[in-house]
């Protein structure tokens, strides 16, 4: 059975950095991490293919970093500079070769001082 599993959220001070850290059972061709706040939709933090292409939200240039580690189906998201709009649950998001979709459970990620 597939599954992805995210780890890493917590509560930090403005200004403080997080890693969230999700593993996949398969090898995904996209791995990204979305966001979502309470009454609006789910959006896209970060994302990267599994040739290494990275894309970002506006909101986080500069200040997240995605990797992957394709031997281990592992993808970090690197969050420094966090501001308190960055809080929310995050979730990964991982599309297999077969153009499947699987998300994990969410962790959430609270900044507040």
């Known amino acids: 059975q597939a599954q992805v599993v995210e780890s890493g959220g917590g509560l930090v001070q403005p200004g403080g950095s997080l890693r969230l850290s999700c593993v996949a059972s398969?090898?995904?061709?996209?791995m990204d991490w979305y966001r979502q706040t309470p009454g609006k939709q789910r959006e896209l933090v970060a994302g990267?293919?599994?040739?290494?292409?990275?894309t970002y939200a506006d909101s986080v240039k500069g200040r997240f970093t995605i990797s992957r580690d394709n031997a281990k189906a592992t993808v970090l998201l690197q969050m420094d500079s966090l501001k308190p709009d960055d809080t929310g649950v995050y979730y990964c998001h991982v599309r297999n070769v077969l153009g499947i979709d699987y998300w994990g459970q969410g962790t959430q990620v609270a900044v507040s001082s």
């Open positions: 398969f090898g995904g061709k996209t």
């Open positions: 990267l293919t599994f040739s290494g292409i990275t």
